[in-house]
């Protein structure tokens, strides 16, 4: 079993920055893959960024590319999200997943893929 905790969200203004971090306990030898996924309301949950075993791996949205980083320490079994120039449309709950075994640049952005989920951190961008 495998325990997530998201932190580090709230309400700022278009073109602030906000660091989202995610911590796993339990079995976090276990853990590969760790990724980002947000939800608006109404919509359904999509991929925002993922992170392989060694942090080689890494991929993003393209919503996101160029503004967002993701990166992760393994010493303290924390995935964070660096969120720069955000946007209204960033808006959301923000939720860290985690996944063993490899993925690929489609893969790791299915949420099926995922095992275990955090229980979500809002992120609220105002124009």
């Known amino acids: 079993q495998v325990e997530l905790a998201e932190s580090g969200g709230g309400l700022v203004q278009a073109g602030d920055s906000l660091r989202l971090s995610c911590t796993a306990s339990g079995r976090t030898r276990s853990i590969d893959n760790m990724g980002w996924f947000r939800q608006a309301p109404g919509k359904e949950r999509v991929f925002v960024a993922s992170v392989g075993p060694n942090a080689r791996h890494r991929f993003y949205a393209d919503s996101v590319k160029d503004r967002f980083i993701i990166s992760r320490d393994h010493s303290v079994n924390t995935v964070y999200l660096q969120m720069n120039s955000l946007r209204p449309e960033d808006t959301g709950v923000y939720y860290c997943?985690?996944?063993?075994?490899?993925?690929?640049?489609?893969?790791?952005?299915?949420?099926?893929?995922?095992?275990?989920w955090g229980q979500g951190t809002q992120v609220t961008v105002s124009s």
């Open positions: 997943a985690s996944s063993v075994g490899y993925c690929t640049a489609t893969s790791c952005r299915d949420r099926r893929l995922y095992q275990y």
